[in-house]
């Protein structure tokens, strides 16, 4: 590291509990000082680590002279050779011959899918989308979703329910696993509770107390509770260990979908309208409206531009379009009625 050698990626630094940011930034700046010549490279996503997010942020940016760069989306180019170095990587630890060959040509399979579908293609310029793709293109035998929430919940049936039948886990001792659905019921009220308390990370005792309250209703003793955790901690990887007793989701993504579901199990309709005022809810109200049956969908928009009206701000104005405009887009089946009420009201400032 003292020599230079060395490239140490932090990555998500925006997901770093707020009561910690603090000591991280001295503890960054002590690395910094003692290893002038490391290159270090720390990845977030913008909108968390901007002025009004974590202003001491980009106040230690400058300090230490870093340079802020953006992550482009992939060109067409760009995932073809992600997808191929992703299959060959695949099948480089793949002992059989035959295997190995088909991990090969899937690659080109793949390749030859995404430009036949624009909606997948234009998914795939996210790096992280693509990595997905490429995943569940792999465990569901040349297969792909019809948009980005049915990819969501191809990557959650993997994580949750698909990899272990292939594995031939034995899980039956579990009540709760006899249904998807009732693991699904436990992380999506964990989820929600988490974006409502502004809580990036949790300790475990947090988790199984959100557990426990959800208990009841997916029919699961309480002695069982710290077996279920193992599960989500240690088989599904759901939920990951980043450092001494505390725990987040292995992507926000996965976090703010699950929000979107019990924000509809709980039906907390007008609740989330009024929460499209603050940004860190806006992928959480886009998946909502998304997954959301028709009629949830259609009041769910309509509140919302309700709180558009009602603010006086256009700026303001324009953010909530932008949200309703987008949340549209990904919807699995569309309301040319939505569609022109959300025109109607961009319009109409």
Known sequence: MGKGRVALFIDGIDEI??????SLLKELSELVQLYPLLRLVITSRPTAVDNRSWPEWNVWLLKEGFLKASINEYTKEQINSFIHSWHKTLANSVSNKENNDKLLSNADSLISILNERSDLSRLATNPLLCSMISAIFYVKDGELPENRIELYQNCIEVLLESRDNKREIDLSHFKLF??????????QYLSYWMMD????DLTKEEIIQCFLHRLPISGISNDEINNIFDYFIERSGLLTEYMTNRYIFIHLTFQEYFAALEG???YNIGSLAQKVMFDHWHEVIKLTIGVARPHERKELVTKIIDVGMMSPSKETKMIISNVLEQSLEICLDKNERLIRDVEYYKNSF
């Open 17 to 22: 509990s707020p009561s910690a940011r603090e």
């Open 178 to 187: 006899k249904s998807i659905n009732n693991k699904i019921l436990l992380v």
């Open 264 to 266: 509809l199990y709980a």
């Open 197 to 200: 308390n502004g809580k990036v």
